[in-house]
């Protein structure tokens, strides 16, 4: 398992994201012995080492089912427990194609956050490329190094714990492999910071005078993109726009076709029943009413009658106080779409630049 | 008539809670009325403020009006005020000292809140006025080690938790059209089909509706539409209501205060079989003479009336629709339009507009192809507005982060009268 | 013809919109020996007299149509050319839902601009309402007086020269019924201004004191916006909320619905015309390839021939290179939609505020 | 290999005009490129520059580098500097001074323009350099009456207007997936089906491209995706297309630059006859015997050479289909996929994305609602991603006022394997 490519079969060791439903992905580490317990079933770690990654797992006593997934960056995204604002895929995509980072890149981002973002550059660059992610919260920093050591995510990537707006984006000893002609040499740069404006400062020393380079900050507030912009003016960057990506999510469904024929006939099925109760009524009145205005008189509901036969059976034709389940043969549907029933309607701005090395 | 400027007895009013959830109450003269956990006042106390002010509960279930929901410059002694005055400036300068700032929060839970429940008691108890509930969040705030190190987000979710369980806050507003729907989309969306006050509000702007018009409705939102449409009516013209089950499910009037007699002149109704079968439909009557009614008993009487009224409406209904004319049709309905259409799109006087209202862009997809071979409305097309409200603190601007999905669609045409065999259109590509 | 209420047959001197497309309405004032000319016909307004508002009217020689409409606020928006920045319908209808404005409403509008959603104001508030709308802009304000007066938008709209800024919107001489109690006592008010935080300050003395007031300040850029918040907050105003609406339009279409195995028959078709025209050329070659492979032989496109008969008519599945018109019942096709070519992305910001009476 | 940082011949660049039109042209060492009434340069002027550098044509053809179409800050003697620093900076203050105003907005239009186009040859004459350009906007804009009164919106469409007439600056990009697809976007929408970068870049996240995977894809926009995806895997993995006529339409590979060798390793392709009837389709092929090769004629033999690479060729594409466990299926299509996906959902390896983009939503609600009877796609969704950008002057921040309509939506499901004969779902409503 590795985040860097596929495996077919899983092994005792490997990560498998337990799909249990679209809103519950559960991350789990196979190891023999140990169960996964949920509400939809249990499922044996034994009888997963060996079966294929995406294929669908019976639980304990043939009680409910998941799908063994293999983990992707976009996936791990969804299995997250939400310990801080997730940069998601709709954001993540567009910075990652409009930086135009790709294999062999060397990137730089701050902060490492819940480190979702950071499988997905990671995942991105592959082992040619060069990830550099700093994260200023020591128990964060904590858990995404330990995060990225169990996911393999430690080849194309070096995790620091560090303020970068106090004390830079500097290294003394950048670890072997990881430095260009000694330095950091970035060229893609992503602020996830409460204060980019502070950070652009910081950028200088450790980007690359080699080609021109890109930056995305990513801030909640209108009014930071309007302290970033202006500190990026005066550090010399170029091309600086900020833009917003409104993410949306889909699904398909049925509604039911109502016709108004229907609608007409049920209204004619109660008409008659009234006339047929009233009959019955008059059967057991000595006094009938006469005018045949009392036929269609709907102010007053009938009374209940004991001769149950005279009542026709009523016209259903929606199905109308039954409970039908979405799709029902019996009736007419048409395809449509609902959106998500949360919608994000703000993640962040992003405001991007360019540094074109100084010839 | 009813009050639209100040709090009056007899008539439905909101009440909007800390919580951000409404009610929707019928005040009398007096009388307690009970927010649930947020106390109890008496109704007596809000007559004759004007709509929209905001109270808090003190003791012995009696109001103070305060300046709003999260602000006390108002209404408050001037020693007070240094106090008081805590909740909307600490919240901005918490945004502030907090810098959007998502880089300090731990696994913040009931954990690091210092306060024990025991200590809420006894601040709520020590505490004779409602100032407990501030008081509270002052409190929890400061005792919160890491609040300042939250991020934007979860801090206005954590006030607003608080505030909700705390503050005995409410406001009280005139009910109008957006406060009604607004009040039916918290309680089941369904009912209203998705419908948006945006979607409404286009609804009836490319509806044409004005005081004076004519129109024909079908609306199973319950009466909100027809609600809404009444209070920019106020009276004058009608409302013409097809429904579908013997009787119209316009349960929101209940809300509206008006007088019988304006709703039987403003709204009248007739259901499907009465549009589709129309002759069939119309109720054989005939007066008889007078000197045989003056000589029925009493009860007798009443029935007489009573029927003739009933026969007189239904015929008068039947025969208004059956000349049509109407200055709009709008429509709000999970009925198949296409089955819908060739029977009200005669109705409609020329050059009036047609809008129907449905909570999937598929749906009017199928209208707008069906009317593309139909020559009487003219260029349908299909209509999406979505709002999208701000966190307006200055220097924290931002859209809030998330919504409910919904919202609707309208498709908008123009009925028209066509050239009988057609004419050709030229140089239209 | 009004704004105020529909009429069925028109008469000399109404106001017709004529509508020649979707993007093309042109509002013509019907006079007797006088002609509509547009390159989709040309229309008599003499035949315009006596027919329906709503009919379609054919153009000289049965050349062109047009269809002769009602003027409503909604259809002149539309039509209008664009002289300034318009109040969109999106924007309009949910200003005056939220400021709940209707029959009977007093408005304050500044400035009047394109006098399009004074006209929309007008509708709604009809005859019991009152209407005051400011401009400072003096040709605009003529223009704009006109054609409030031609299209007899004046018994509840009253348009004054001013600049709401320095000057405020206060009137020594209010005409009569026009005034409540000698002022203006606006209910509602509309602010499309470049600083609207100035003429808040004006308010103050001409809403009124009777009930709350709601108010809504229309600007494009954020900035506007937190300026006049702040002003609102000193002023006094409360439940301060700004919204943006995005309005879009779609259009229903057809896509044809092409399947893989019409694809597989016309690579087949293919195949089988270039082996027909192998087998007609080895005909006409003495050297004919031995192998096998040349048949499906396809780096080379095959050379021209003369024997026209060998080749086999094309499989055509897809209309391909020829012009299919969208809906050609030879075809198959999917409903979709489609949003318009055009978005409006960003009309303004809106800001809304109410101040309730003082107690 | 191709230059990924600085300017270099033999390559394919973008050119960024002022009218915000792009251009894609192929550098040599030398030659002039000719930017239309833009003006002509020579190529090696602005050859190992790094890519993003501006330039602005001066006399004889030469260009100087310059720090941006807007901006003059670099690259500019200091004397020089103050005159012509005024681009961005007049752009600025006349917005602040126009106050998004559209207060005096009069009929601006080219009467009061007080320049005419004789003064404008004159000063195009007079000045020699480049300057020219700059200082007629400036005497424009100077010699427009009502040039503050304007509205910000038609001040911006006014200078953009001038600018695009006059200014003889261009920068120079590497040509990236972005790029091209861009490029693409201006000169036909409907050849890219409408496919916006935001949904591109949705598509490629959502497959996990990455260097070393496998990839089988469906690409009717020319290529543009497919180089977009060999952009990311430099060289590293393969991607399989799938096409539907007698040759794949990769036209777009034309621009890549890279050696035919990593092409041919890269990208494989196979029409929709050989993945349907594989083994019809494979080509009978038996190498000779090596003696009987080297008595060929040279030029039979290099035909004989040619077919049996190509033979290997097809035959190692349909064997490699056949055997399937592809990383994931991209597709770009119009075809119908409920016919394709049959064919091709077995191909794809397990817990591998499926991503499907379509131009119209309705058209991935069929295959959404087609895949749910599916049970080899898990949990299947359609997306929608639309980036929204800014006008970005610090304090006239807004959204741009317009855009063109589109940009696609994308369906994402994960490939799974289902047990044979189902399982029951419990406790999931």
Redesign the interface.
């Given at each position: 398992m590795s985040f860097y490519g596929y495996k077919d079969v899983i092994e005792e060791g490997d990560l498998v994201l337990a799909f249990i439903s679209r809103n519950q992905i559960k991350p789990i580490t196979v190891k023999r012995g140990e169960r996964l317990n949920s509400r939809y079933g249990h499922f044996d770690h034994d009888k997963m080492i060996g079966m294929k990654y995406g294929q669908q797992m019976g639980g304990i006593n043939d009680y409910g089912y998941i799908h063994l997934l293999h983990p992707s960056p976009e996936l791990w995204t969804i299995s997250l427990p939400h310990r801080t604002q997730i940069v998601y895929s709709h954001d993540s995509s567009y910075i990652i194609q409009r930086l135009n980072v790709c294999s062999g890149s060397r990137v730089i981002e701050a902060g490492t956050g819940s480190a979702s973002f950071t499988h997905s550059f990671a995942r991105t660059i592959g082992l040619d490329g060069r990830l550099f992610t700093y994260e200023f919260h020591e128990p964060r920093y904590l858990e995404a190094r330990r995060e990225l050591e169990e996911h393999g995510i430690t080849q194309n990537t070096l995790i620091t714990h560090r303020d970068v707006c106090n004390d830079g984006f500097d290294m003394e000893n950048i670890p072997q492999g990881f430095d260009q002609e000694g330095g950091i040499q970035g060229e893609a740069v992503f602020l996830d910071l409460p204060s980019p404006w502070i950070a652009v400062k910081n950028l200088k020393s450790v980007i690359t005078n080699k080609k021109r380079v890109g930056l995305c900050c990513f801030s909640p507030c209108i009014e930071q993109v309007d302290k970033t912009v202006k500190a990026l003016q005066d550090e010399g960057w170029s091309n600086i726009e900020m833009v917003e990506v409104q993410g949306r999510r889909w699904e398909a469904r049925r509604e039911m076709v109502r016709s108004v024929d229907d609608v007409v006939k049920r209204l004619k099925n109660i008409q008659s029943r009234k006339q047929m109760g009233i009959e019955g009524k008059r059967a057991s009145n000595v006094n009938p009413p006469k005018r045949k205005i009392d036929e269609v008189d709907t102010d007053e509901t009938p009374e209940p009658f004991t001769e149950k036969p005279l009542q026709p059976k009523e016209y259903n034709p929606f199905g109308k106080g039954t409970r039908v389940k979405e799709g029902d043969s019996r009736f007419d549907w048409r395809q449509v779409t609902k959106i998500e029933s949360e919608i994000k309607t703000h993640t962040s701005y992003l405001t991007f630049a360019y540094m074109n090395p100084s010839s | 008539c009813k009050s639209?400027?100040?709090i009056s007895p007899d008539q439905h009013v909101v009440l909007r809670l800390p919580s951000e959830g409404i009610k929707i109450i019928e005040l009398r003269n007096s009388g307690l009325i009970s927010l649930g956990k947020f106390g109890c006042f008496e109704v007596s106390g809000i007559l004759g403020?004007?709509?929209?002010?905001t109270f808090e509960i003190i003791e012995d279930n009696k109001v103070k009006?305060i300046?709003?929901m999260t602000?006390q410059t108002?209404d408050i002694p001037e020693e007070e005020e240094t106090e008081q005055e805590i909740n909307k400036d600490t919240l901005t300068q918490l945004f502030t000292n907090s810098?959007?700032?998502?880089?300090?929060?731990?696994?913040i839970g009931s954990k690091i809140q210092k306060l024990t429940s025991e200590e809420i008691d006894k601040i709520k108890k020590s505490g004779a006025s409602s100032d407990a509930g501030q008081k509270i969040i002052e409190q929890i705030i400061a005792g919160h080690g890491g609040f300042d190190k939250k991020?934007?987000?979860s801090q206005q979710k954590y006030l607003k938790r608080k505030q909700q369980k705390f503050l005995k806050r409410f406001s009280v507003e005139?009910l109008?059209?957006?406060q009604l729907l607004e009040y039916s989309i918290l309680r089941d969306l369904q009912k209203v089909l998705d419908m948006s006050?945006?979607s409404?509000?286009?609804l009836?702007?490319?509806g044409?509706?004005?005081?004076?018009?004519n129109y024909l409705l079908i609306d199973e939102t319950g009466g909100v539409l027809l609600y809404?449409m009444m209070?920019?009516?106020?009276?004058?013209g009608t409302i013409t209501i097809i429904h579908?089950?013997?009787?119209p499910n316009i349960i929101a009037l209940r809300y509206s205060d008006y007088p019988i007699e304006l709703q039987e002149r403003m709204v009248k109704t007739i259901?499907?079989?009465q549009v589709?079968?129309p002759e069939n439909?119309k109720?054989?009557?005939e007066d008889l003479p007078g000197e045989e009614v003056d000589s029925m008993k009493s009860n007798k009487k009443v029935q007489y009336y009573?029927?003739q009224k009933?026969?007189n409406d239904i015929n008068s209904v039947i025969d208004s629709v059956s000349r049509g004319?109407f200055?709009a049709l709008i429509s709000v309905s999970?009925?198949?339009m296409t089955?819908?259409l060739p029977?009200l799109i005669p109705k409609i006087?020329?050059?009036?507009?047609i809008v129907l209202y449905n909570?999937?862009?598929?749906?009017l997809?199928?209208i707008?192809?069906y009317l593309?071979n139909d020559?009487r409305v003219?260029?349908p097309?299909?209509?999406?507005?979505?709002?999208?409200?701000?966190q307006?603190i200055?220097?924290?601007?931002?859209?809030?982060?998330?919504?409910?999905?919904?919202g609707g669609?309208v498709l908008w045409g123009?009925?028209?009268?066509?050239?009988e065999g057609g004419?050709?259109?030229?140089?239209?590509g």
């Open positions: - | 639209t400027s100040h403020y004007p709509f929209g002010q009006p300046r709003s602000d108002v810098a959007e700032n998502n880089q300090n929060i731990i696994n991020t934007i987000y005139y109008g059209g957006s006050e945006e409404m509000a286009l009836m702007t490319y044409n509706v004005r005081p004076g018009g809404a209070e920019r009516m106020q009276g004058q579908e089950n013997e009787h259901n499907w079989l589709v079968e439909e109720i054989i009557w009573r029927r009933r026969a004319n200055d999970s009925l198949d089955g819908v029977y006087g020329g050059s009036r507009p909570q999937f862009k598929e749906v997809l199928d707008q192809h593309s020559k003219l260029a097309s299909i209509y999406e507005s979505r709002v999208r409200p701000y307006t200055p220097g924290r601007l931002h859209p809030m982060m998330t919504s409910r999905g919904y669609y123009t009925k028209v009268i066509p050239v004419l050709t259109a030229v140089g239209r």
